[in-house]
């Protein structure tokens, strides 16, 4: 450092600030200003939200699934859109008493931040004892519950949260072929994006798509597949 001979008296003085410093502070104030979900954000008045309708052979009315979401730091690099909120309605909720409960605890999950998308396969695993149902596409869905999971997986999807397992296109293609071939050999007809009427219950993705072909048990769905 070179020395500096001074002739007048020091009057004031100020702290030399390295420009490491300068750059550490501001990174600390943008780290401060990023919103994050935690219990105490409050609701805005306005929310963005998605409504689902779910018709089940359980009940004589469709079920609507309405899941707000809130955006943090809205118009910055941090902009982040998470679910806030979950309700439940239908024509009937007498029967329905637990599922106001369970959309109150979903709800609070959401709020309380972190991640939120083990809910997903949590609920895709509860089966009614009763038994489930099917689906239109010959889907299986073991329980109510199974199927509130998996409108909140759809929405995780849409607001990108959960990432889409895409199979390739490539395995796609496979699976078409020996669907055409499997309905040639057994004369079968369905319709399109449906799964021959013979198919039975993949236990991998609960869809009536597992077809026999040469000793093989093929799901033309999810393309799980056991020889023997
Ligand atoms: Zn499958």
């Given at each position: ?9 020091i ?7 390295s ?32 409504t ?13 699934i ?18 806030f ?16 409960a ?6 609070a ?19 009614d004892?009763r ?9 299986f ?51 399109d ?24 048990m ?5 393309g799980?597949?056991k020889?023997?």
């Open positions: 450092m070179n020395a500096v001979k001074l002739d007048k008296k009057v004031a003085f100020q702290l030399a600030k420009p490491d410093d300068e750059l550490g502070t501001e990174n600390a104030n943008t780290e401060n200003a990023i919103e994050h979900i935690h219990e105490k954000v409050e609701r805005p008045e306005k929310l963005l939200g998605s689902y309708k779910v018709k089940t052979p359980l009940s004589d009315h469709a079920l609507y309405t899941i707000n979401d809130i955006v943090l730091n809205p118009g910055t690099d941090h902009e982040l859109r998470r679910p909120e979950v309700f439940i309605n239908s024509k009937n909720m007498d029967h329905f008493h637990w599922v106001v369970l959309t109150r605890v979903i709800s999950v959401f709020r309380k931040g972190g991640d939120c998308t083990f809910l997903v396969e949590e609920l895709k695993a509860v089966f004892p038994g489930g149902y099917f689906k239109s596409g010959g889907r869905m073991p329980s109510l519950v199974a199927e509130i999971g998996e409108v909140i997986e759809s929405h995780l999807h849409s607001i990108g949260l959960l990432e889409q397992e895409d199979m390739h296109e490539a395995q796609k293609a496979i699976l078409e072929e020996k669907k055409q071939a499997y309905q040639e050999a057994k004369a079968e007809t369905s319709k994006g449906e799964f021959p009427p013979s198919a039975q219950l993949c236990m991998k993705c609960y869809t009536k798509a597992v077809i026999v072909m040469d000793g093989c093929t799901c033309l769905n999810c799980n597949s020889c023997g």
